[in-house]
């Protein structure tokens, strides 16, 4: 009689290797229907953008295109860099293959770009910020892509978007890739955040981390302190006390994904309020602080204005920008009861 097969030592890295991200959002979905295809097919092509973007990003200075800036500003009057533009086309090449995605909507473009041949089938929206943090590029320091995936709500025919002006709950899925020492790519589709690395040998993102929790507190806060001076006093009042309390450390690389990577994984919070240069901040609700709100909720964080759920803004514009504070669930609440407590003080001193 033949013995019955053993696993042998492999099996468990071998299995590992075979968690690849379309596999696990079928698991998630607990699915084969429409819906749960389209989802893996969609995250299937994020995936595919991310690779494109590490790639040449690994090749930095060995090819051309690469560093540097286009001698261009974007819609928001920022310089832009050869890489936001290439990552920009990355996403609509891999999207209009998809023949789900309808419209995209970017940093990068002033109104959303329509994918006419889609449109009748693709149900979908996807926002995104090609490369976040793009002023790290030319000193080879992290940079990220984040990502969300809307449903389709009708048809906009003015071109300005109107059925996307709704809050953050209204994502189906969100994520984002974080080109660093290795690439990884972290999404939730409301159902826990899980993280994937992308094993270059492979071409794959094979599965790391699954339902990620943020600790309820940690001692890192990560904001431009540059900015101080620029800041409302209750944003004052928190730095003033994080100096002179034991337990806190500064770290800000200058790339969100980086600075939320590090705070999803060990705790703490991110800041970046309103300045007086820029009262609502510089980051852009639909495509960085909704999506990264909804991942840290899912990973049991907050994050806010200072004083609202970021998920509840409803934008009135595209490219609207919010103040953003996210993180440990504690962290963000010592922040917001500064803002509260200056609020009060406001309230209390108006002459009536
Ligand atoms: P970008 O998407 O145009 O790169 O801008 C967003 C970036 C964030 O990644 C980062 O947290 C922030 O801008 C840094 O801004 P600052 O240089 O004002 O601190
Ligand atoms: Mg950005």
């Not at 920022?78 to 970017?106: H, P, W």
């Not at 003033?240 to 690389?253: A, D, I």
């Not at 600075?259 to 999803?264: A, C, E, K, Q, T």
Request: aromatic letters at 10%; one cysteine or more; a negative charge.
């Amino acid at each position: 009689m033949t013995k019955p097969y053993e696993p042998t030592i492999h099996q468990r890295s071998l299995d590992r290797d075979c968690t690849t991200l379309s596999r696990h959002v079928l698991q998630q979905l607990k699915s084969f229907g429409p819906n749960a295809q389209d989802l893996s097919a969609l995250m299937n092509r994020l995936a595919l953008a991310g690779k494109l973007i590490a790639r040449r990003l690994s090749r930095a200075g060995i090819v051309e295109g690469v560093l540097g800036f286009t001698g261009d500003e974007n819609v928001q009057g920022e310089t832009v860099k050869k890489m936001d533009v290439y990552a920009n086309d990355v996403f609509i090449s891999v999207f209009k293959q998809s023949g789900l995605v309808c419209r995209l909507a970017s940093e990068e473009m002033e109104t959303p770009y329509y994918i006419p041949e889609n449109c009748p089938i693709g149900r979908y929206t996807l926002l995104y910020d090609p490369i976040d943090g793009s002023s790290n590029i030319d000193t080879n320091l992290n940079v990220g892509s984040i990502f969300a995936i809307r449903q389709q709500e009708g048809n906009d025919e003015t071109g300005e978007a109107l059925d996307l002006l709704q809050n953050g709950r209204k994502q189906l899925a969100a994520g984002y890739i974080l080109y660093g020492p290795s690439t990884v790519l972290v999404y939730s589709l409301g159902n826990g955040v899980h993280a994937f690395t992308l094993d270059p040998s492979l071409g794959e993102f094979i599965l790391w981390q699954e339902n990620i929790t943020v600790p309820e507190h940690g001692p890192v806060y990560s904001t431009n302190e540059g900015n101080f001076w620029q800041w409302e006093d209750s944003y004052r009042d928190y730095i003033r006390y994080v100096h002179r309390h034991e337990g806190y450390t500064g770290r800000y690389s200058g790339a969100l994904v980086g600075d939320f990577h590090r705070i999803l994984l060990q705790g703490g919070v991110f800041l970046y309020p309103g300045t007086r240069k820029k009262p609502e901040g510089k980051l852009r609700l639909l495509y960085e602080t909704a999506p990264l709100g909804f991942l840290m909720e899912q990973a049991g964080g907050r994050a806010s204005t200072g004083s609202e759920n970021i998920l509840d803004v409803v934008p009135d514009k595209l490219h609207q920008r919010t103040p953003f504070v996210v993180g440990s669930s504690e962290d963000v609440e010592l922040v917001e009861s500064f803002v509260q407590e200056r609020a009060r003080e406001a309230r209390d001193t108006a002459p009536v």
